[in-house]
């Protein structure tokens, strides 16, 4: 019994990774998420990167505009460009059939 509770959980797993690459709404979102770093780093040693850390999507809610009276982050940013360029692909990401539902 705990073998096959084990093997679940190990086929749940897989199966979440096999859809997170295989999505090519994960690819878009996390393709603008490095042009967007990489333009905010252009000049500088980081600029032109060809990936990047998972440890920085987190850091996206915190990174603000430069203006002083600027709330908005570079995560508000990004969903805004997402929704303009592909309207609902969002949605459909973290909806209720969507990938984001396997790795919750």
């Known amino acids: 019994e705990r073998y096959e509770i084990l093997h679940g959980a190990v086929t749940e797993v897989k199966d979440a990774c096999h859809s997170l690459q295989d999505s ?3 690819q878009r979102l996390l393709g603008m998420v490095l042009g967007f770093g990489n333009h905010l780093n252009a000049g500088t040693a980081r600029g032109r990167a060809d ?4 440890e920085v999507l987190p850091q996206m809610r915190a ?3 430069q203006a002083s009276s600027s709330s908005t982050t570079l995560l508000d940013f990004l ?3 997402a929704e303009k360029s592909e309207p609902g692909e969002l949605a459909n990401l973290f909806g209720e059939v969507g990938e984001a539902t396997l790795v919750q």
Do not use: A, D, P
């Open 24 to 26: 090519h709404r994960v």
């Open 51 to 54: 990936g990047f850390s998972v």
């Open 63 to 65: 990174l603000k505009g």
């Open 79 to 81: 969903v805004r460009q």
